[in-house]
């Protein structure tokens, strides 16, 4: 059933850039599917990040919320602990605020550096089929296309943020960098700057399939 999930969600193209209106008539669709989003929330936020967001999740709201508050109390323990984990990938140099699962359900994104919120957004941890079908150059243009305009402004801006770092891009023959490995940038920080400009008049952005 789970290869059947998958196959279906190729086919239809839901990824972390699909609308979440689209991922819950998704959801919906499929037998059983709901239920394991339910069972699974750490997993159902790995691969569709978008529904994690607060207001997003409509049914699954209760469950991603409790989630995000167990996951608190777990790293405000190793806070008060004096625990160095996690927080190599933190602007505040303690661990995160919550796993990265649950990163935007947090107002300041649980405290982790603008890359790796990007990084959470568009790629796993796990061992599984990719987060994304895309390579990061498509994640950029979709986040200066109109087709990302139903994010949050200040989850919009972050994700920019997090790409304009630079451990996000590389150069074509290496692969993809993990943030905290640092490469050199393949597209340039002032190649985002001219996004608006760059975007507001183009053509609608084309339906990508995977």
């Not at 004096?82 to 947090?106: A, H, M």
């Not at 490469?183 to 183009?202: N, V």
Request: with cysteine; glycine share 6%; proline share 10%.
């Amino acid at each position: 059933m789970q290869m059947r999930w998958t196959r279906a969600a190729d086919e239809q193209s839901i990824s972390p850039i699909s609308p979440p209106a689209q991922v819950l008539t998704f959801i919906r669709s499929h037998p059983g599917l709901f239920d394991a989003c339910s069972w699974y929330p750490d997993l159902t936020a790995e691969y569709a990040p978008q529904l994690t967001i607060p207001g997003f999740g409509e049914e699954l709201e209760p469950v991603f919320q409790r989630a995000y508050q167990e996951s608190v109390c777990k790293h405000q323990k190793l806070r008060d602990e004096k625990s160095v984990f996690g927080s190599s990938v933190t602007t505040s140099g303690l661990p995160p605020v919550s796993d990265e699962e649950w990163i935007f359900r947090d107002s300041a994104f649980s405290e982790y550096k603008p890359d790796h919120v990007a990084y959470a957004y568009f790629h796993s941890e796990m061992f599984g089929p990719p987060v994304s079908p895309f390579e990061e150059a498509d994640h950029l243009f979709w986040l200066l296309s109109q087709s990302s305009s139903w994010l949050p402004d200040r989850i919009h801006e972050a994700l920019i943020q997090g790409m304009r770092g630079g451990s996000m891009w590389h150069r074509p023959e290496n692969k993809i960098q993990k943030p905290g490995r640092r490469t050199e940038p393949y597209l340039t920080p002032s190649m985002i700057q001219k996004r608006k400009r760059k975007f507001s008049d183009g053509p609608p952005w084309p339906k990508m399939t995977g």
